[in-house]
């Protein structure tokens, strides 16, 4: 069965404190891992597709890492406006998306 | 381009009424999707349909039923509402071609959101 587990629950950071948000996949046949961004009262916003183990893709100060059972989302310098939840999902062979239950940052001036 | 869009923003219903949650892409999608969202169960497919003419359920269906009325417009309908169907409801879209793998074929798009109560 396709899972996705996110870690941690929570996170605050103090602003430009590094930090990485994890997510632990087992999906049968990767179509794609994707990571959300998603603000209070709003639908979650695209910001990364990756597709093969060892890809890494950059969005000003995130970075998205992909190995064979997990993902990373690293956070360089956050600031405040990077406080917000942040969402994974896996695409597999069912060609259904399964999502994590997000992992929510605060970051503090 | 609107995107994803959805409507109403807010909806109370009382056990028992009807409504049916509307929701239109103008990106030329293929692929258009139902979830709801609750307090620490994430987002989870209630239906989806990968081509016009095409529904299928996703993990969460019962108590719903899903028009895809065009290219354009995918409709969720609650028949009787119940009170645990209270949540928040996204619609979103792909290109989604599953002839193909791509960077850019699976990336969803999210509507704002319908937020229900059902007292």
């Known amino acids: 069965e396709d899972q996705v587990t996110q870690s941690p629950e929570a996170l605050r950071l103090q602003e430009g404190e590094s930090s990485s948000l994890n997510c632990s996949y087992t999906v049968s046949g990767l179509r794609g891992l994707f990571w959300y961004r998603q603000d209070p009262g709003k639908g979650p916003e695209f910001l990364f597709t990756l597709y093969s183990a060892g890809e890494e893709k950059e969005k000003e100060r995130l970075k998205a890492t992909l190995t064979k059972k997990e993902s990373f989302l690293h956070i360089t310098a956050p600031k405040p406006e990077d406080s917000a939840t942040y969402l994974c999902a896996v695409l597999g062979g069912t060609y259904k998306y399964i999502f994590g239950t997000g992992t929510r940052l605060k970051v503090l001036a | 381009n609107a995107g994803v869009t959805q409507t109403p923003k807010f909806q109370v219903l009382k056990t028992g009424q009807s409504m049916t949650l509307q929701c239109a892409q103008d990106m030329n999608h293929n692929s258009m999707y139902w979830y709801r969202q609750d307090p620490g169960m994430g987002l989870r497919l209630i239906y989806y349909s990968a081509s016009e003419g095409t529904t299928d359920k996703g993990e969460v269906p019962n108590g719903y039923n899903v028009s895809r009325l065009n290219k354009r417009e995918f409709s969720l309908r609650l028949e009787s509402a119940a009170p645990s169907q209270t949540s928040v409801y996204f619609c979103?879209?792909?290109?989604?071609?599953?002839?193909?793998?791509?960077?850019?074929?699976?990336?969803?798009?999210f509507g704002p959101g319908t937020r229900l109560t059902v007292l």
């Open positions: 979103a879209s792909s290109e989604q071609d599953r002839g193909r793998v791509g960077s850019s074929y699976n990336e969803q798009f």
